[in-house]
């Protein structure tokens, strides 16, 4: 099955293309994030893991975006409804293989730094002229979802037992390729991360040393 989408706008890709009209924006901050440069991780180590024989296959990092500081005029960091677009970036897998983590990192920093305010109108605007359901899925062997955020407070919640244990996001909407993050419950900047893959992937995740130095083993 081939690869599906239902956003209006453009990727960063392996060229550093820009969204829109090829630019960033002029408020660009040129430091990548500590997510970013986790999910660059996790984009490099998948794809290894996945031992494709083409290196020209390309590869697809999807990640949720907070649009509300984003619109102008920007939207009450309060608003309770569902105010995320979900953004694709693209590269292939030689280059994700080949080149170093600040490779990946930078693809998709400048990715989110592109989704301005006319990106966001623009994904809203086309939705509203041909109105689909959002595609979830691995459709072809080497896409990446993340969604969550380390930002949600999530081992606050306190229900009359204590802290948690730990998060979990239950089985829905789950599949090769899916991975969500939490805030790690030691604190301290750490992250929970819950991954789906196929059994050989995670198996070949699981022994790479590159990324499992990174890793805290939980006892």
């Known amino acids: 099955m081939g690869k599906q989408v239902n956003d209006g706008w453009k990727i960063v890709n392996g060229n550093g293309n820009a969204n829109g009209n090829g630019k960033l924006n002029g408020n660009e901050r040129n430091e990548i994030s500590s997510f970013q440069s986790l999910s660059a991780q996790l984009w490099r180590a998948v794809t290894r893991a ?21 619109l102008e005029p920007k939207m009450d960091a309060f608003y309770f409804g569902n105010a995320i677009q979900s953004i694709p970036t693209v590269a ?10 600040r490779f990946c990192a930078d693809l998709l920093h400048r990715n989110v730094i592109a989704h301005d305010d006319a990106t966001v109108r623009r994904g809203i605007e086309d939705w509203e002229n041909a109105p689909r359901l959002f595609p979830l899925g691995n459709f072809d062997g080497a896409m990446i979802t993340m969604g969550s955020s380390p930002r949600f407070p999530m081992y606050d919640n306190d229900f009359g037992w204590g802290r948690p244990v730990a998060i979990r996001s239950g089985k829905a909407n ?41 890793v805290t083993q939980v006892v």
């Open 50 to 70: 996945r031992k494709f024989n083409d290196p020209a296959k390309t590869s697809t990092f999807r990640m949720a975006v907070n649009f509300r500081h984003r």
């Open 92 to 101: 292939t897998v030689g280059d994700i293989l080949s080149r170093d983590l």
């Open 174 to 214: 789950k599949f090769d390729g899916k991975i969500s993050a939490f805030p790690g419950r030691e604190g301290n900047g750490s992250v929970d991360l819950e991954v789906v893959l196929a059994p050989e992937t995670m198996a070949g995740l699981e022994n790479d040393m590159e990324f499992m130095q990174y």
